[in-house]
C-alpha cells in the first residue's frame, strides 16, 4: 500500500497524536485502506514494515510519530525535539506486528502553540506513507 497526501489540509492539534489521513492511494491491492478515516485492516497476521514522511506548514518543538493496534500505541516510528519551534517534518520508519482483523493507523504528535496543518504545498511529493507486509 504506497499512497500520499493530496493538497486537502488537515490539521493535528497541539499535544494531542492525531491519526494521518492519506486521502490517495497509489495502490492497494487487498483493499487494506480507508482514506476516509485513516484506518488500515490488516488482512493476515504477520509482520508489518511502514515508512513515510510529514511536511508542516508550521514550525513545531516536537514531531512524533507511532503505530497504533486497535486505538493503542504499539510502536514509536520517530520523535524529534527542539528547544524552540523550527522543526517543520519528520520521516518515519519501522516494524511491527500485527493479526489479521487488526485497526491500524498511523497517528503524528505535535507540540508548538496551538494547531499546525500538514503543508499542502506540492503535497504529494511532502506527505506519504507505505505499509507492507514483510514476514508471517
Not at 82 to 104: H, K, Y
Not at 130 to 136: D, E, P, Q, R
Request: proline residues 3%; glycine residues 6%; contains cysteine.
Amino acid at each position: 500500500f504506497p499512497s500520499h497526501d493530496t493538497a486537502t489540509p488537515q490539521s493535528f492539534a497541539n499535544n494531542t497524536f492525531t491519526t494521518i489521513i492519506f486521502n490517495t492511494e497509489y495502490t492497494d491491492l487487498s483493499n487494506v485502506y480507508n482514506p476516509t478515516n485513516g484506518n488500515f485492516t490488516i488482512p493476515t497476521t504477520g509482520y508489518y514494515t511502514v515508512s513515510g514522511f510529514m511536511s508542516m506548514s508550521g514550525l513545531c518543538n516536537l514531531l512524533a510519530v507511532e503505530v497504533y493496534v486497535n486505538g493503542v500505541a504499539s510502536k514509536r516510528l520517530d520523535r524529534l525535539d527542539s528547544s524552540g519551534d523550527v522543526l517543520s517534518a519528520i520521516s518515519f520508519a519501522g516494524t511491527f506486528f500485527a493479526s489479521a482483523n487488526d485497526i491500524v493507523t498511523i497517528r503524528l504528535f505535535q507540540t508548538n502553540t496551538g494547531a499546525v496543518a500538514r503543508n499542502s504545498n506540492n503535497a504529494a511529493a511532502e506527505n506519504w506513507a507505505t505499509l507492507y507486509k514483510v514476514a508471517a
